[in-house]
């Protein structure tokens, strides 16, 4: 109950200034259309049909809600309506660019702890690739793709990778690191190899900074699919949908598919961090 | 001879100068002797024991172990080394933890659960295997630390500070224990202390050393017999080599 009363209130505050917030930018266009037919509408009524437009300006969160319910239980799973259709789409995508992401990650952070050149060279190269905004380079590598005959999930899976690699990079590399003089001397006696050394103390030694990264990792890779699927006119994915909605000035439908994306969202995070729990519990790093 | 140095010199450069660690340091040390090295903080007691380990290089002078270079007598697994914290991984079980070097060195699958079983027994954690490291108090997991440098057939014990982060009463079981365990495995101890007690109850050699630079300033042969109970600490004997190795100490210091 102590953790459930402070997420309720905060939720309730977010619906009362979202139902304001609605009633303010979806006013004008009722007193527009009041003016048009020469008719006076009173509060009571104005109310109302701020809330009530087919594409309003901001859409009130039972409108949202209702959005997303239809989108999830009113339709088939296999029609394109579907949201759960659309968000399997994206999620087959982000999970392979997760895997992607996090095997390179993984990797590159092993070169780098290992080789003194790729430390003095990786990370500049992996920092700048950070910088350069997704939006600009998405449309390309799906355009030059398409053209190569690529299409379907593993462009927006390349995508999703390119941004959850990092995450795993910057975390494996400080968690590769974490042992300190005293372990590492003690394999130096054993005259332990550095497979040994990577596999039998680098590696169980970085598992918690392992499940940190990944929890961001994955939050990238869904933005990475996202972003993805916005150009070239994809019809299938949370991102798709996203850019129908706007095309077609349907406010519902882009926030019922902005919803639907951050639930996506914080289950598969809420997911790393149960499995986080576990493991770390049973390596006996919590207690 | 087990270890022999000669005028063994390690110098580390820092950016205010060079830093003497160690200075013509001459040692022997003979199959089956207990040698402590007790000094201030400063006095390169670690680094020398470092340096037998192989964990350090010297810049001067010759160290021999079993007639080889430290290098060499590290690849041979001549030694095993305790640690001032147990480091015992969490990840895994007591056992566990002491098979790793046995895993390491490549030992066939039987005789690692034989010897983690035998050198459980050895210092008293025989039903304690499964546990996790959490699990046990501290003493109890310095003790399967030094178990696990005793877990595959090294000659050697280097020890380095094992019960200083311990409370007096459990050190003093642990002394006990270890002089009981040295008498039966017959090993070669390399001790390193900055209790005068701990010092004099376990060592058959005692090697006072000095600071900046760091430096032997006296060897002590302990005349007292192999085999001490706790209380030979009250006998006038040991009170003498006591205060020899406490007027050392303070001749040592003088030169500051």
Known sequence: MNRVLPVLTVLFAILVIWYGAAVILNRAWVLDQAARSGTEVGFGQMLHETMTQERPVLPAPHQVAKGLWDGIVGQKITSKRSLVWHAGVTLSATLAGFALGTAAGLLLAIGIVHNRAMDMSVMPWAI????????????????????????????????????????????????????????LDLLRTYSASQGQTLRMLRLPSSVPYLFASLKVGIAAALVGTIVAELPAGATAGLGARLLSGSYYGQTIQIWAALLAAAILAAVLVMLIGAAERATLKR???VR | MVIEARHLNLTF?????????????????????????????????????????????????SLTVR??????????????????????????????????????????????????????????????????????????????????????????????????????????????????LWQRTGKTIVFVTHSIPEAVYLSTKIV????????????????????????????????????????SLHEGGRHD
């Open chain 2, 208 to 247: 006072v050393m000095s600071p900046r630079p760091g430096r032997i300033a006296k060897v002590i042969e302990s005349p007292l017999p192999r085999v001490r109970p706790l209380d030979i600490r009250d006998t006038p004997e040991f009170i003498r080599i006591a205060h020899e190795v406490r007027e």
């Open chain 2, 67 to 180: 007639g080889m270079t430290a290098d060499a007598a590290r690849q041979a697994r001549s030694y095993g080394y305790v640690f001032q914290a147990a480091g015992l991984y969490p990840w895994r079980t007591i056992a566990g933890n002491i098979r790793l070097p046995l895993e390491i060195m490549g030992y066939p699958k039987a005789e690692q659960a034989e010897r983690v079983q035998a050198v459980l027994d050895l210092v008293e954690l025989g039903q304690f295997g499964r546990k996790f490291p959490w699990q046990l108090s501290g003493g109890m997991q310095q003790r399967a630390s030094i178990a696990r440098a005793l877990a595959f057939d090294a000659g050697i014990l280097l020890m380095d500070e094992p019960f200083g982060a311990l409370d007096e009463i459990v050190r003093d079981r642990l002394n006990e224990e270890l002089l009981r």
């Open chain 1, 128 to 183: 700048a690739s950070q910088t350069i905004p997704i939006l600009a380079i998405a449309p390309m590598v799906i355009v030059v793709l398409a053209s190569l005959g690529i299409k379907g999930l593993l462009p927006k899976a390349l995508i999703a990778a390119y941004l959850s690699f990092f995450p795993v990079l910057v975390g494996m590399v400080k968690g590769l690191r974490a042992p300190d003089g005293m372990q």
């Open chain 1, 283 to 285: 390596m006996g790093f």
């Open chain 2, 13 to 61: 450069p820092t950016d205010d100068g060079p830093v003497h660690a160690l200075k013509d340091v001459d040692l022997i040390v003979e199959a089956g002797d207990f040698v402590s090295f007790i000094g201030p903080s400063g006095c390169g007691k670690t680094t020398l024991l470092r340096c037998i380990a192989a964990l350090e290089t010297p810049t001067g002078g």
